[in-house]
């Protein structure tokens, strides 16, 4: 299966931002107003798609893509939608040694239908806390780059032992984008950084700083978090113009997804990037499928 590549910059030299949010099918978000009432859970995607033009697909981390699925899911947006699809876990948080490449067979299987479409706009693979900088860790993560190869990627490391120039490095040789993590200050988490290591695509996640939250272990605690406008300022006005120079394309992607703080700060960030020239990118062209 060829590689979706990305196309040249835009005339005008702007990269081009989608933003959005980490899943998109919470029912709190019938009560918190985003969705209408009564909405149930096959008809938010459609919603979705009509105030954002990309989603980052959560589901797939827990339970391995199936192409009828994702066909199904793909036909209830526009054809200019773009999805960002999890790597499952089975690859990132609960590795069988012996399976784990027929675990990225099936999930190459499962996703294909986005890449044939040209909707497929990064596989993540979202690496635990766990998964510390050592040298079994770093050959399989090797192993599994070169697995996934030909598909858009983008590597989020929890630990902090994974930034470093070497690192970055390597995955820039691989075209793979480091994503950038907002998440509350903790010493072993990774910490937020404008490093782009792919030249097609610059990705970043806004997890919260509900510091509390992450202790406790609890989920719904964890990201439990609203961003203010300052600190989305932040963001906006140094770390992401930053990688927009670098890079043709963005994702930008909210986790806040407690009480529909999610889809409220994009839509802020949303504003923000547009009144500094970084507009939303709703027209990426249909990819070639060629090679690289």
Do not use: C
């Amino acid at each position: 299966m060829g590689m979706d590549v990305m196309p040249p910059l835009e005339p005008d030299g702007i990269s081009r931002v989608r933003v959005g949010t980490s899943g998109y099918s919470y029912p709190e978000w019938v009560d918190a107003g985003f969705y209408p009432a009564g909405t149930r859970s096959g008809r938010m995607l459609p919603l979705y798609a009509q105030q954002f033009s990309a989603a980052e697909l959560n589901y797939t981390w827990y339970q391995m893509p199936k192409a009828v699925a994702i066909d199904r899911m793909r036909r209830q947006v526009p054809p200019h939608f773009r999805f960002a699809v999890k790597l499952t876990r089975t690859m990132t948080h609960e590795v069988d040694r012996d399976q784990w490449r027929g675990q990225v067979a099936r999930y190459r299987d499962g996703v294909a239908p986005l890449a044939l479409a040209g909707q497929l706009a990064a596989v993540l693979l979202q690496l635990p806390a766990s998964f510390e900088r050592t040298r079994p860790r770093r050959h399989y993560l090797a192993a599994l780059l070169e697995e996934l190869a030909e598909l858009p990627l983008a590597v989020e490391f929890r630990h902090v032992s994974w930034a470093t120039d070497r690192v970055f490095a390597e995955l820039e040789n691989r075209r793979v984008a480091l994503v950038a993590v907002d998440a509350p200050a903790l010493p072993y988490l990774f910490p937020p950084l404008d490093v782009v290591t792919s030249p097609d695509l610059f990705y970043v996640r806004f997890h919260g700083r509900n510091l509390a939250g992450w202790r406790s272990g609890n989920m719904q605690q964890q990201f439990d978090y609203a961003y203010g406008a300052a600190e989305l300022h932040e963001w906006a006005e140094t770390r992401i113009a930053a990688m927009a120079s670098r890079s043709r394309r963005g994702l930008v992607f909210f986790n806040n997804h407690v009480r529909a703080q999610a889809p409220a700060n994009a839509r802020q960030l949303m504003a923000m990037l547009a009144k500094q020239g970084l507009p939303e990118d709703a027209s990426w062209s249909d990819m070639s499928s060629t090679s690289t």
